[in-house]
């Protein structure tokens, strides 16, 4: 079956450096990936979509790329910031439908 | 633009009983999902409605039902409540079919505790 992977720990990083979280997934070939912020007690918020065909994607700080041969997302997130502490979701299409991965926590120290 | 709502937000019931969650998308959307939200599980998805047509269904039993209305407004349903349906239930709405390459726009999700 469909597994999504992500970093299971927790990423604490300083302010300013680059945060790289990971989206890896086994037995399917998306169409797409799109990546969700969550803060706690809150709904996901769409950040970013990226295509099969599409190496990367970038919106202000924020830089998604897509390997379909490795099977693997990178998101970044530059010049990191305090505010940018909550959990990241991936999530791949599945015929019509979202699957999410579980989401990996950024705690952003000043 | 007003965002996706759902009421209530918070709901505390007892083992056996059933409840009512409620989504209203944002205006001009007509496809809403729903998803449930454990610690243990993550985001999970329940089912998809569009133009009142359940078009697609996650691995949940039956006791979780949804419908939606001509204004695409949705309802989901849980029957015969158990514990392990304490969670939080997340409703996003899009333009087209959830899960297409259009954006899903989450609603602040209903906090549902079963004791």
């Known amino acids: 079956s469909q597994k999504i992977e992500q970093n299971s720990e927790a990423l604490n990083i300083q302010e300013g450096k680059t945060a790289t979280l990971t989206c890896n997934y086994t037995?399917?070939?998306?169409?797409?990936l799109q990546w969700y912020r969550q803060d706690p007690g809150r709904g996901p918020v769409f950040l970013l979509l990226?295509?099969?065909?599409?190496k990367e994607k970038r919106k202000e700080r924020l830089k998604v790329t897509f390997d379909t041969t490795l099977k693997q997302s990178l998101f970044h997130i530059t010049a990191s910031q305090p505010a940018d502490s909550a959990t990241y979701l991936c999530?791949?299409?599945?015929?019509?439908?979202?699957?999410f991965g579980a989401g990996t926590i950024l705690r952003v120290k000043s | 633009k007003a965002g996706v709502t759902q009421t209530p937000r918070y709901l505390i019931k007892t083992r056996g009983q059933q409840v009512t969650l409620s989504c209203s998308p944002i205006?001009?959307?007509?496809?809403v999902s729903w998803y449930q939200q454990t610690p243990g599980q993550g985001l999970q998805f329940l089912f998809e409605?569009?133009?009142?047509?359940?078009?697609n269904k996650g691995n949940f039993p039956g006791r979780f039902s949804g419908r939606q209305f001509s204004n695409s407004r949705s309802e989901m349903n849980v029957s015969t409540l158990e514990l392990g349906d304490s969670a939080l239930y997340l409703c996003?709405?899009?333009?087209?079919?959830?899960?297409?390459?259009?954006?899903?726009?989450f609603g602040p999700g209903t906090r549902l505790t079963v004791l």
């Open positions: 990226i295509r099969e065909n599409e």
């Open positions: 996003a709405s899009s333009l087209v079919l959830a899960g297409d390459t259009d954006t899903q726009y």
């Open positions: 037995n399917y070939s998306p169409a797409y």
């Open positions: 205006s001009g959307h007509r496809s």
């Open positions: 999530a791949l299409d599945r015929g019509n439908k979202l699957v």
């Open positions: 409605y569009f133009s009142e047509t359940q078009r």
